[in-house]
Each structure stands twice: as C-alpha cells, then as structure tokens.
C-alpha cells in the first residue's frame, strides 16, 4: 500500500520560511517523479514544483528563487524548502509521486501566511 505523509506545514508571517516533508512508503521511491502542489480556497490546484527520479527540477513561475524542493531517496523522502512566503502562498500543499502507469497522492498539509 502506498502512502505520502506531508509534515511541516503551519501559520507563518509574510517573509518567513517553512520546509514542507514528505515521507513515501509502499513503492520505489527512486523511480517516481515527486511533486509539490497546492490548492487555495476556491482555486484549482496547481503545481508548485517537481523533481524528476534524475534530480532534474522545475518550478512554477511565482515560486523561482523562494522556493527549493530536493530530495532524500535513502529517507524516501521529497522536501519543499518554502522562503519569503508571501499571504498568496496560503493553500493545502499536496505531495505527489508520479511515474508511467501510477500516481499517488498525500492527504496535504496546509501553510497559512499570515501577520
């Protein structure tokens, strides 16, 4: 059985940081690629960034330079370093695994930014 458990999410003030975990069980964690995506009341979700089974990354254009996802494939574990969080940052974050023939989900964590 696969499961993605998301920590680290909470309420921060504007301009803080949080790093978001994701801890995989059940699968081959070094075959899938990872992904962090959010979703705000009202709003669709959307990909924030992902990071290919070769390490190769990507991010969403209102994240570049704040945000860092990396990964542990010895902990099986996906990370979203999130600096100078801004209040449109505010959402559930959701980690994904993805490969050809699978995607899972994670039950998400949610960041609030707020003073």
């Known amino acids: 059985q696969v499961q993605l458990v998301e920590s680290g999410g909470g309420l921060v003030q504007p301009g803080g940081s949080l790093r978001l975990s994701c801890a995989a069980s059940?699968?081959?964690?070094?075959?899938?690629?990872m992904g962090w995506y959010r979703q705000a009341p009202g709003k669709q979700r959307e990909l924030v960034a992902i990071?290919?089974?070769?390490?190769?990354?990507s991010y969403t254009d209102s994240v570049k330079g704040r945000f860092t996802i990396s990964r542990d494939n010895a902990k099986n574990t996906v990370y979203l370093q999130m600096n100078s969080l801004k209040p449109e940052d505010t959402a559930v974050y959701y980690c994904?695994?993805?490969?050809?023939?699978?995607?899972?989900w994670g039950q998400g964590t949610q960041v609030t930014v707020s003073s």
């Open positions: 990071i290919t089974s070769g390490g190769t990354t």
């Open positions: 059940g699968l081959i964690f070094r075959f899938y690629a």
């Open positions: 994904n695994a993805k490969m050809v023939g699978a995607n899972y």
